[in-house]
């Protein structure tokens, strides 16, 4: 769909990068810019920057960059049209129409098909046909107050009574198939409900919109019945980026959130009144919910499962939470209850032992290098000369992971009263091993930023690697057009500029793009970049542009140069390609004299 001219820069205007950044992450001022923690990638401290005139984003972490139609393209996982569409509703400015026959994914429908679900099954649930699942939640220890503030509700035991009703409200069946609410029986040909006999979770992000829901049967499992069943990913749902209850517990006066694995956990929390938990949706957590957190908290309490799994999950959870700058402590919950009842989740916790009980836990919280060297503990035999030294083994590999030197002294007296070893002896292999990790990190990032640099690996711009030389012309080229956008238009310079000359694919076609957004000789929108480049490429393009402003020298004279050597390589391509060249003759002369040689031999 073609946008008239003007609304892209109308649509930019009105979405200021800053306030739609601000959406995900706390943004600080920093002299004339503005920084915060990346929301693409997890770090302990801000290298995402925002500029203004223009105003643009890049991270000098994981290099993501471009405007502000490209963050929101990055970020919600959009097309160009779909982050328009998105930046249009924030704005609440109209869409221009679409083009005849052309159907678009409306995210707004799809959550309002969500909405009207989960009030279904709701509705439902406090209906005499909802009985069974109101006995389940209710046997559970949750109250109606808590039952609606979560929007809980049943799914029957019916075919198709969700999606008949979902038809009857006027959406369509590749709308209900798509958002994972029904499918398609492959015997009679009709829509049939994916939520059946199951009590339903609805997933609420922190706008407030039901994005997915989770089911948990109930009744007599049969075996093909499966305990939860949960949304897939759709249009507007990914699982590993969003996070159950945190649109309750982000305005919870308690900012040290209790991070669960199920939903029950969380639920359960809330209604003893514990309204600051939240719950992974009963997955591993990924960096995206981490990250997804940091927006709201810088600590985290910890309560997985007490069994072997939940003791894993948790020393993963909290590398990536502290990679995402969050500090952590973890609550051990006791494995029995007063009368010897089987406690293996927080949700059994709370039943047993209600609020005071779990604060009480929550008191005693461990910090997570407290909870990481008692593992250590718990997984050898302290009492044995081999158990002895595998613990030692352990501990100097967790003490090379504390960047504390306050922390790493504390554990290392620990580990020398455990083992018996003297203290200089543990430090010096801590030691020796620290500096061993951080060597071969520096060496890592420095190799890696020389096969940058060389093109090796570059998904971007693959040809990088073939052209090096060529590439750095090539590059430079774009990043005085994009810093200097005036040269487009002027004619003696857009006289020189052929995209012939570059043999790169992607330069290339980043120069034809530049070259169709000022055909009209005006300076272009780089805004549209976007309706032609992936938010990677965005970011490569933005690298481009940083990487000239902090050259001196960007004048007109220094792309004639660039023209002038791009020139002299094409020339020198096509003569040393040319098979009558005296370098091709001389060439096959000496392999002649080679092959000579060899046979007298």
């Known amino acids: 769909?073609?946008?008239?001219?003007?609304?892209?820069?109308?649509?930019?205007?009105?979405?200021?990068?800053?306030?739609?950044?601000?959406?995900?992450?706390?943004?600080?001022?920093?002299?004339?810019?503005?920084?915060?923690?990346?929301?693409?990638?997890?770090?302990?401290?801000?290298?995402?920057?925002?500029?203004?005139?223009?105003?643009?984003?890049?991270?000098?972490?994981?290099?993501?960059?471009?405007?502000?139609?490209?963050?929101?393209?990055?970020?919600?996982?959009?097309?160009?049209?779909?982050?328009?569409?998105?930046?249009?509703?924030?704005?609440?400015?109209?869409?221009?129409?679409?083009?005849?026959?052309?159907?678009?994914?409306?995210?707004?429908?799809?959550?309002?098909?969500?909405?009207?679900?989960?009030?279904?099954?709701?509705?439902?649930?406090?209906?005499?046909?909802?009985?069974?699942?109101?006995?389940?939640?209710?046997?559970?220890?949750?109250?109606?107050?808590?039952?609606?503030?979560?929007?809980?509700?049943?799914?029957?035991?019916?075919?198709?009574?969700?999606?008949?009703?979902?038809?009857?409200?006027?959406?369509?069946?590749?709308?209900?198939?798509?958002?994972?609410?029904?499918?398609?029986?492959?015997?009679?040909?009709?829509?049939?409900?994916?939520?059946?006999?199951?009590?339903?979770?609805?997933?609420?992000?922190?706008?407030g919109n039901v994005v997915a829901f989770s089911g948990r049967f109930v009744g007599e499992m049969g075996p093909n019945d499966r305990k939860y069943f949960n949304t897939n990913d759709t249009p507007v749902f990914k699982k590993s980026r969003h996070v159950f209850a945190l649109n309750l517990a982000k305005n919870s006066p308690d900012k040290e959130f209790v991070l669960c694995e199920g939903n029950m956990d969380a639920v359960s929390l809330h209604a003893a009144g514990i309204t600051n938990a939240v719950a992974s949706l009963g997955t591993a957590l990924t960096g995206d919910q981490c990250r997804l957190l940091a927006r709201f908290t810088d600590k985290i309490a910890l309560c997985y499962d007490g069994d072997a799994a939940g003791k894993k999950a948790t020393q993963k959870a909290i590398r990536l939470l502290n990679a995402a700058g969050i500090r952590v402590r973890v609550i051990e919950l006791p494995e029995k209850g007063p009368a010897g009842e089987e406690i293996k989740d927080p949700d059994d916790f709370i039943r047993i032992y209600g609020k005071g009980g779990f604060l009480s836990c929550l008191e005693k919280a461990k910090g997570s290098s407290e909870y990481l060297f008692q593992q250590i503990e718990a997984q050898n035999d302290l009492s044995t000369m081999d158990g002895k030294l595998a613990f030692s083994r352990d501990v100097v590999a967790f003490l090379a992971q504390l960047d504390s030197a306050m922390e790493r002294e504390l554990f290392v007296r620990r580990a020398a009263s455990v083992t018996g070893l003297s203290v200089e002896v543990i430090q010096t292999q801590a030691g020796k091993k620290y500096r061993s990790e951080r060597a071969e990190e520096a060496k890592r990032k420095v190799d890696e930023t020389v096969r940058r640099s060389r093109g090796f690996g570059d998904r971007v711009n693959p040809d990088k690697a073939k052209f090096a030389a060529q590439a750095s012309k090539e590059e430079a080229v774009l990043g005085i057009l994009l810093l200097r956008p005036e040269n487009l238009i002027n004619p003696a310079t857009r006289a020189e500029l052929d995209p012939e000359l570059f043999r790169c694919e992607f330069t290339r076609r980043a120069l034809e793009a530049l070259l169709a957004l000022s055909e009209n000789g005006e300076e272009p929108d780089l805004a549209r970049l976007n309706e032609r480049f992936s938010p990677e490429e965005m970011a490569e393009l933005e690298k481009l542009r940083r990487r000239r402003r902090e050259m001196e020298n960007n004048s007109p004279q220094v792309l004639e140069e660039l023209f002038r050597r791009l020139l002299e390589d094409r020339e020198k391509s096509e003569t040393a390609a040319s098979p009558l060249s005296s370098d091709w003759l001389e060439k096959i002369k000496k392999q002649k004299t080679d092959l000579h040689k060899g046979a007298k031999v």
């Open 1 to 207: 769909m073609p946008l008239p001219d003007g609304f892209l820069q109308e649509l930019v205007a009105r979405n200021p990068l800053e306030d739609v950044v601000r959406q995900y992450a706390d943004v600080k001022r920093a002299g004339s810019n503005l920084v915060c923690r990346c929301p693409f990638h997890s770090e302990k401290t801000p290298s995402f920057t925002i500029y203004s005139n223009p105003s643009h984003f890049y991270c000098y972490g994981c290099g993501a960059g471009g405007d502000v139609v490209t963050f929101v393209k990055r970020i919600e996982n959009l097309d160009f049209m779909g982050a328009v569409e998105y930046l249009a509703n924030r704005a609440n400015m109209p869409m221009p129409q679409q083009v005849p026959g052309e159907i678009r994914v409306d995210k707004k429908r799809y959550y309002d098909m969500n909405a009207q679900a989960a009030r279904f099954w709701h509705k439902i649930l406090l209906s005499p046909e909802g009985k069974k699942g109101l006995d389940y939640l209710t046997g559970r220890g949750l109250t109606l107050p808590v039952i609606t503030r979560f929007g809980l509700g049943y799914a029957p035991d019916s075919f198709d009574m969700l999606t008949k009703h979902l038809t009857e409200l006027g959406y369509r069946e590749k709308e209900i198939k798509e958002n994972f609410l029904g499918g398609v029986s492959a015997k009679t040909g009709k829509l049939f409900d994916y939520f059946r006999n199951r009590v339903v979770f609805p997933i609420i992000d922190v706008a």
